[in-house]
């Protein structure tokens, strides 16, 4: 099946104080329709910047991002905006993404109105009890009049995701959309999206910080591990989470604490070279994990940069030594 999704060797440069910044740096990945593919890392990684590139809402550097086989910079008008209409955006903060001034009722029915996808004012309220029973904002009658101060954290969520679906998108890019939450609530919108991706057949890129979400959420699905603006691990979610093969997805997995202190106490922890993260605007040469990694291959780490290589298992790795001792057992 060709991808709905494809970004081919996309970086993305921004202006800063003295020259630009790369933050973004020859990422390629192709996502199936209907596919829940999570991007994960520290701050600065790059995955925000790979899912505002996805949803349009800035234009790559370098390279090219295609939606159903179409390179999105190349649309004209119209079907641009049919791009903005299927792939979008859950942002990080309900809080700030959501009119103070709008009721809920109102923010629903005001993109169904000015894209015409209801007919008359019957239609649109409808549709907006519709939405918000799908996010489980039930009864309907006790949120539709409600402004977004009346609602607590997750109730903003949820209604941040039905916004998200009054133009029944094809994809979805979720930014840490559970991240500001409480951990109760948390499972419950995870709950909710999963459900959603089953039953609209959405395909979901879902950014997060935090592994455990991932593995929840893309258990069915593949994990891309970044570091620095680049991917250096991609993966069917399971293969990443119990066997990552790349140094930093190694290290990223062990300081992951489990539900269980025994488990968390007998986790393998990588010890690395040094904490420090190195800064986007001054990388080091060859592979950026090198000053941190502690099986790096003096020779070959500091100069040459490592290329996503495909492996036997399928996994996609950028790492001159977990490539040599794959290829070699
Ligand atoms: Fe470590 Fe070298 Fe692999 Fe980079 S390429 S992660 S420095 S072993």
């Keep these: 099946m060709p991808p709905i999704l494809e970004l081919t060797r996309v970086t993305k440069r921004f202006p800063a104080d003295k020259g630009e910044i790369t933050v973004l740096n020859d990422v390629s990945l192709s996502v199936q329709p209907g596919e829940a593919v999570c991007l994960v890392g520290e701050s600065g990684c790059g995955k925000t910047t790979t899912g505002k590139l996805v949803a349009g809402l800035h234009a790559p550097s370098e390279g090219h991002i295609r939606y159903q086989g179409k390179d999105i910079w190349q649309m004209n008008k119209d079907e641009f905006a049919q791009y903005r209409r299927e792939v979008q955006f859950i942002h990080q903060d309900p809080y700030a993404s959501l009119n103070p001034a709008h009721t809920i009722g109102r923010m629903l029915s005001f993109p169904l109105k000015y894209h015409g ?133 190694q290290a990223l997995l062990g300081a992951v604490p489990e539900a269980d202190p025994q488990l968390t106490r007998n986790k393998v922890r990588v010890p690395l070279r040094s904490l420090d993260v190195p800064s986007l605007r001054n990388l080091p040469p060859g592979c950026a994990f090198h000053p941190r990694c502690p099986v790096y291959a003096q020779g070959v780490c500091e100069t040459d940069v490592p290329q996503l290589t495909p492996m036997p298992d399928g996994r996609i790795i950028a790492c001159h030594v977990a490539v040599k001792n794959i290829m070699s057992e």
């Design 117 to 249: 996808i209801t007919k008359d004012e019957a239609n649109t309220q409808a549709r907006v009890r519709e939405l918000l029973k799908l996010v489980d904002l039930t009864p309907v009658d006790d949120f539709v009049h409600k402004f977004p101060h009346q609602l607590s954290g997750g109730q903003r969520q949820r209604a941040s995701i039905a916004r998200s679906l009054t133009l029944s998108p094809k994809v979805i890019v979720a930014d840490e959309s559970v991240s500001m939450v409480d951990v109760s609530i948390r499972l419950s919108l995870l709950g909710i999206l999963s459900r959603l991706k089953q039953e609209l057949g959405m395909t979901v890129l879902f950014i997060t910080h935090d592994l455990a979400i991932a593995n929840y959420f893309a258990r069915d699905g593949r994990t891309v591990v970044m570091y620095l603006g680049r991917v250096v691990e991609l993966a069917r979610t399971p293969d990443i989470m119990l066997h990552p093969q790349h140094p930093y997805a």
